[in-house]
């Protein structure tokens, strides 16, 4: 038997805005999320724009202890999983986080903790990297972080198409719901 599937809550980390609210109002007015980067040093590079989540602080969303084992994208993840469970009204039980499964799509993960290790060990010539790097890196940290955070222990997994990543975990989160195999999923990508 196929299932009804809505949504029900929605949370939002971009360059158009750090929440959802934020998002619409400049999707709306027409903005662009595309500016100079700040980030990082681009001056020996050919493009100097992106779409950076401008002004971006993890010091508002996470202690202290745990920023050093997320990269920014698992961040994003995280923060938008928070507003989305908070947008939906979730009200958390041990079977609903046992029939809740969270899928996301990520085409390189963490790849800010990687360029920094590569920077590490080619250019800084260092003879050992951080064993932090593997898990800040990988492209599933950001569902991993979600379920440590909400509790979840049903179906967690990332799925890696290039650019159709999010599309396509949303699709699976869609046809998991539908099915009966979950009772609900956060999906979405970063």
Known sequence: MER?????GVGVVSALGKNTKDFWENLVKGE??????RQIDVSSLKFHNGAEVPGWNPQEHFEAKQIDFIDR??????????????????????SLR???AIVTGSCVGGKLTEDDGYQELYLRKRQRISPLIIMRSM???????????MGVTGPTFTLSTACSSANHAIGQ???????GEVEM????GS
Request: glycine fraction near 10%.
């Open 4 to 8: 009804r599937v809505v949504v029900t």
């Open 32 to 37: 662009s999320g595309i500016g100079p980067i």
């Open 73 to 94: 994208f698992a961040q994003f993840a995280v923060v938008a999983a928070r507003e989305a469970v908070v947008d939906a009204g979730v009200e958390w039980t041990q």
């Open 98 to 100: 046992e029939q809740t």
């Open 139 to 149: 492209g599933n940290a950001g569902a991993s972080h979600i379920s440590i955070e």
């Open 173 to 179: 989160a869609f046809h998991m719901v539908r099915s």
């Open 185 to 188: 999923a956060l999906t979405g």
